[in-house]
């Protein structure tokens, strides 16, 4: 499988450098030359299939013999370790739990399986790899998480300080080792600025073999598709299902959507978004006009400018009318959001995540104007991780799992810096002497 790049000037990759790479050298979205398609034998299959020989069967033709085969299935095996359980919450209604990983998030798939590919493609005497990675929370835990312990690569985090929740800070800065952690005294948007300017930084790149380990990455956005298939192999009902996406990069619902032109069985696709609301409207009048992000409760979601929308538009050959033949949108705002945790914890005993909540109400928005038509929302965080929010609507403290209580014994450590690129690249430069 070659990989070719969205803007069209650069050379074609495999997968090894595309996962390398991450982003193609002329700043576009790498992107499959072909989608492999499931045979009518698989599909009928599948569901007796392993999660490592499903993961396995999925990922062969995008990996192909850039990896023997046995390396890609313990791959799969390490990758997709936890349960993926679909439950009911009320007629019509399922959610995919995605949270049962280490960080409780679902973006554990995506950074287990990246962080093993590049473990194996920098083997031998490749130079030591630095991770790169700005966070509001949920990418920088899974990130560090899934490199921990990894040979020859050091992650890097930055993350606004103050403006991540308490088990998310937890989960980034206690894991020391080859994780080091910024606590930026600024914004998102200032991480975002500073990582940027670490990678157009030819000084920097000649001490430091730097990579980004954000959603774009092909290793983290083609295993995503195997989860779909997990609920499909809990799922009995005769229709096949909605699947109701909480969106911000779109990285998520995109994999969903490869795996839907590869046949997977499913109706229609909804994009739930917060207030950030690009692409819902894009679905209404067919213009992209991307906006600053707005701040919301669903804060993973914050995104003005999704970066898969090129990937999204490729799927359907850049055709509104074929893309509103399968896809939905739907903005959920704040108010809405919290009335829907509110209203499904007390009336079906379920707790969702903030997220979980967008997509939870975007999929009932739908069914209004679909009666019969059964969904599943993909539940992408575990509740506990936005526990101070949930906590004000439900006026009930959130469970702690068992897994989490030992990580609130512990104490943070990171190094606090101005939102100024000279203070990483101080530090990073100072770093670089360890090697
Ligand atoms: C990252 C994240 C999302 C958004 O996923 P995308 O792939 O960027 O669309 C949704 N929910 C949670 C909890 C997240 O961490």
Not at 348 to 360: E, S
């Amino acid at each position: 499988m070659k990989y070719y790049s969205l803007r069209m000037k650069s050379p074609e990759v495999g997968f090894k450098e595309a996962c390398i790479n991450g982003q193609a050298p002329d700043g576009g979205l790498y992107f499959p030359q072909y989608i492999p398609a499931l045979t009518q034998d698989w599909l009928k299959k599948f569901r007796s299939l392993s999660k490592a020989e499903l993961a396995f069967s999925i990922m062969r033709p995008y990996v192909e013999n850039s990896m023997p085969a046995h390396e890609l299935f313990r791959i799969c095996e390490e990758t997709f370790s936890f349960e993926f359980p679909l439950r009911q919450l009320r007629d019509g209604i399922y959610s995919l739990e995605l949270y049962h990983g280490p960080t409780l998030s679902f973006k554990d798939v995506g950074a287990r399986f990246m962080s093993r590919c590049l473990s194996w493609f920098s083997r031998g005497d490749h130079p030591p790899i630095t991770v790169l990675v700005a966070t509001s929370g949920d990418t920088g835990s899974a990130v560090a998480n899934g490199f921990l312990n990894v040979d020859g690569v050091e992650v890097v985090i930055l993350y606004p300080a103050g403006m991540v929740s308490k088990i998310q800070e937890l989960q980034m800065t206690t894991l020391g080792k080859n994780v080091r952690a910024f606590e930026v005294k600024g914004t998102f948007d200032d991480c975002q600025r500073m990582v940027k300017e670490a990678f157009s930084d030819e000084e920097l790149k000649k001490n430091l073999y730097l990579t980004s380990a954000n959603s774009i990455n092909v290793a983290r956005w083609l295993p995503q598709q195997v989860y779909y298939f997990f609920a499909l192999q809990q799922w009995s009902a005769e229709c096949p299902p909605v699947f109701s996406v909480p969106s911000g990069n779109f990285g998520n619902i995109c994999s969903g959507l490869l795996a839907f032109k590869s046949g997977m069985p499913s109706s229609h696709f909804i994009a739930a978004c917060n207030s950030n609301k690009v692409f819902t409207e894009f679905m209404k009048s067919g213009i992209y006009s991307p906006i600053k992000s707005v701040s919301t409760i669903s804060n993973a979601m914050d995104v003005g400018n999704p970066s898969n929308f090129s990937r999204v538009m490729e799927l359907f050959g850049k055709s509104h009318g074929d893309m509103k033949k399968v896809i939905s949108s739907y903005s959920v705002n704040d108010h809405q959001t919290e009335e829907t945790l509110w209203e499904v914890y007390r009336k079906d005993g379920y707790l969702l995540d903030p997220h979980g909540a967008v997509a939870c109400r975007a999929l009932m928005n739908y069914q209004e104007k679909h009666p019969g038509e059964p969904g599943i929302i993909l539940e992408t965080a575990h509740p506990v991780k936005f526990g101070e929010i949930i906590e004000t609507i439900t006026e009930e403290a959130v469970r702690i799992p068992s897994s989490v209580k030992p990580l609130l014994e512990l104490q943070k450590q990171t190094e606090v810096i101005a939102p100024l690129y000279n203070e990483l690249k101080n530090r990073l430069s100072r770093n670089e002497l360890k090697y």
